[in-house]
């Protein structure tokens, strides 16, 4: 059974920083050769892709909102994917979520991920 699970999330003023992280488990142990992407929303907004990265994570893609604010990176060893955001502003308060594409390579369209963690929260004020 997939699982993603997410952690990290929390309250900060703005212009502080927070690092997300998020576990992923499978029995067929495929998700280090899979694509990982973070999406946000926000109380009444649509759900945003945020950032991804490619297996390796020698590519990284971001959103034009938290592009050089935000940093992906992954583990593939501790099985962890890590989203570093800084200078967190109050649009950036939102539940954060990761997720696993279906065809295992980077997209930023949320209808193009299957698998989804619960989300956490994370609250910046200002």
């Known amino acids: 059974q997939v699982q993603l699970i997410e952690s990290g999330g929390g309250s900060v003023q703005a212009g502080g920083s927070l690092r997300l992280s998020c576990v992923y488990s499978?029995?067929?142990?495929?998700?280090?050769?899979?694509?990982i992407g973070w999406f946000r929303q926000a109380p009444g907004k649509d759900r945003e892709f945020v950032s991804a990265?490619?297996?390796?994570?020698?590519?990284?893609y971001y959103s034009d909102s938290v592009k050089r604010r935000f940093t992906i990176s992954r583990d593939n060893a501790k099985n962890t994917v890590y989203l570093e955001m800084s200078a967190l502003q109050s649009g950036d308060t939102a539940v954060y979520y990761c997720?696993?594409?279906?065809?295992?390579?980077?997209?930023?369209?949320?209808?193009?991920?299957?698998?989804w963690g619960q989300g956490t929260q994370v609250t910046v004020s200002s």
């Open positions: 990265l490619s297996w390796s994570g020698a590519n990284t």
């Open positions: 499978d029995r067929t142990d495929d998700f280090d050769w899979y694509a």
């Open positions: 997720a696993v594409p279906k065809n295992k390579v980077y997209s930023s369209s949320q209808s193009d991920y299957i698998y």
